[in-house]
């Protein structure tokens, strides 16, 4: 039997939002509500996608440079987002296991 794994899309640290106190904060992908007021929208999605930030992008094409497709048809493995320096492109989902996701967590206990 294997361990229970979900799919994370940011793990947030160091949170002041949402409540007195410091936290680490997991975001989980999934979600179906489709909320009109939804903040996290790359969050509704059941599998890894990729995120684009247009101010952060330098132009400097590592991200073609990686890609099986040349960025058309992605299928979010994530190579783009691994080569991009200044990350203008990230991969929101990965796989993790509770144990994985609790060591990762943990790290933040001092504070």
């Known amino acids: 039997m294997s361990s229970p794994a979900g799919l994370i899309f940011h793990l947030m640290r160091f949170s002041l939002r949402d409540g007195p106190g410091i936290r680490t904060t997991v975001f989980l992908k999934g979600c179906p509500l489709r ?5 996290n929208p790359e969050g509704q999605s059941f ?15 590592d991200c073609a440079l990686v890609c099986p497709h040349g960025l058309k048809e992605c299928e ?12 203008a492109r990230q991969l929101a989902g990965r796989r ?5 996701a609790l060591a990762e967590i943990g790290r933040d206990a001092i504070f």
């Open 96 to 100: 993790m296991s509770v144990a994985e």
């Open 35 to 39: 909320c009109a007021w939804c903040h």
């Open 76 to 87: 979010a493995c994530g190579r783009c987002a691994e080569a991009c320096v200044a990350e």
């Open 47 to 61: 599998g890894p996608s990729l995120m684009f930030s247009e101010e952060r992008c330098r132009h400097c094409g």
